[in-house]
């Protein structure tokens, strides 16, 4: 499930260039994106829980994503493709 999450933000985020990095180990992941004016992690992570995907932000530039251990394929392929629409907003 980890590779799944994983490779799913890679894909997401990789014409975005406000993305700066995507790591993660299992279903622990963070996105780290470029600190500008119009964009830092507080406004990211306020955008993804109006999608209903619920976020961490740290420090100003990174995203934490953290599932719950039980989630399963259809439930995390959904949760992708909420983060995608919210994060196509900025």
């Known amino acids: ?11 997401i985020t990789k ?4 993305v700066k ?3 993660g180990k299992g279903l622990f ?3 780290e994106i470029n600190n500008n004016d119009k964009i830092d992690a507080w ?3 306020m955008k993804l829980k ?10 100003e530039t990174v ?10 394929k259809k439930q995390l392929k959904q ?4 983060i995608k629409e919210a994060l196509n907003d900025f």
């Open 1 to 11: 499930m980890g590779k799944i999450i994983k490779q799913g933000l890679i894909d």
């Open 79 to 82: 949760s992708l493709n909420k």
């Open 63 to 72: 995203i934490r994503l953290c599932p719950p251990l039980v989630i399963n």
């Open 29 to 31: 992941c963070a996105v």
């Open 15 to 18: 014409d975005m260039d406000f």
């Open 50 to 59: 109006d999608f209903g995907i619920l976020a961490k932000p740290a420090h």
């Open 43 to 45: 406004k990211v992570t």
């Open 21 to 23: 990095e995507v790591r």
